[in-house]
């Protein structure tokens, strides 16, 4: 086998579309110091998407997670950029016919982190405190948390815009607490905004959760055999199953669901138990909360895991949302 650093013809010139907030470049710019490693020729083409310039409403009211990636896979169809590097929780479970999921990364920490400069945790909120989340999950997960507490007197209230500007948003005193994913602030080096990390149990990750997708056009093997080195098997196989069940529950940014899954010892070598979440956004119907084990050694068998956790929830009551039927 050659080596793809000496092999001259291996090299390849590729661009990488990426949204332009702070974490989005460096996701990127990650993956471009990488691939340069194994001496590959690797532009950056920064774009804004719809996700980024709609900041006064929710995502599941114009459009969900596509807002985020439309505009990249343009430019990955008409050849300004090659490849396109998202966190794979923003990537719609379902992508364009021509695309693929080519390579996922190895995964940061997926957990979700609590964010207060007045408050170490839940149990410990002023009264009538206000925490901001823009995610239906976090705020059914969070609702179920409060009510074991007895906290009707919290309220939970919408936060958009990229990491920089939510902690700007609590820094103002708009908010008492924000909750944001782990592996962002960890990637930006503000890990010491953290004051809690929620363990699974107290708030279940979001499908995909701390991981890096890239996106192809499904023609471009030479970008997916340059990618393959990247690729992290037990961190691909765990997604798959979570995605799984967001594809088949009609996952979206409407809809309040989590799915985590664990290697339940040395990875690929040990069980992989997934845990899923489903809430009423109305509050209506209780949390419903499932899981399954498996023995997972590719994706037919992640696949399968997903699908029988997506009929344990349906048997507990959860639904697929009638607002998700596509005109």
Not at 131 to 157: H, M, N, Q, W
Not at 159 to 171: A, C, E, I, Q, V
Not at 227 to 237: D, F
Request: negative net charge; hydrophobic residues 45%.
């Amino acid at each position: 086998m050659t080596d793809p650093v000496t092999d001259h013809h291996s090299s390849l010139s590729l661009t990488i579309a990426t949204r332009e907030s702070r974490l989005a470049l460096w996701q990127a710019e990650h993956v471009q110091s990488l691939l340069r490693a194994r001496g590959h020729a690797i532009e950056l083409l920064g774009m804004t998407t719809r996700g980024d310039q709609i900041l006064d409403r929710s995502l599941s009211k114009v459009g969900g997670k596509g807002l985020f990636v439309k505009e990249l896979e343009v430019a990955l169809e008409q050849g300004r950029a090659d490849l396109a590097v998202h966190s794979l929780k923003d990537m719609p479970m379902e992508l364009p016919e021509g695309f693929e999921l080519a390579c996922v990364m190895e995964r940061e920490d997926p957990r979700d982190a609590w964010v207060s400069s007045v408050c170490a945790d839940l149990e410990s909120l002023p009264q009538d405190a206000v925490i901001g989340t823009s995610s239906l999950r976090r705020v059914v997960l969070l609702r179920a948390a409060l009510e074991r507490l007895g906290r009707a007197d919290v309220k939970i209230e919408p936060l958009r815009g990229n990491l920089d500007t939510r902690l700007r948003k609590l820094d103002e005193g708009g908010y008492h607490a924000i909750v944001l994913a782990a592996a962002g602030l960890k990637r930006l080096g503000l890990e010491s905004r953290i004051r809690k990390v929620f363990s699974p149990e107290e708030m279940l990750p979001a499908a995909g959760q701390g991981a890096l997708g890239i996106e192809l056009r499904q023609h471009r093997t030479e970008v997916a055999a340059a990618l393959a080195p990247l690729a992290h098997r037990a961190t691909w196989l765990a997604v798959a199953a979570e995605r799984a069940v967001s594809r088949a529950m009609g996952g979206s940014c409407s809809m309040p669901l989590a799915a985590h899954a664990s290697w339940q010892g040395e990875p690929l070598a040990s069980p992989l138990r997934l845990d899923a979440a489903w809430g009423d956004p109305d509050g209506r119907i209780a949390l419903v909360r499932v899981h399954a084990v498996a023995s997972v050694t590719g994706l037919d068998a992640a696949e399968a895991l997903g699908q029988q956790v997506v009929e344990l929830l349906r048997q507990g009551g959860a639904t697929r949302p009638a607002d998700l039927t596509t005109p």
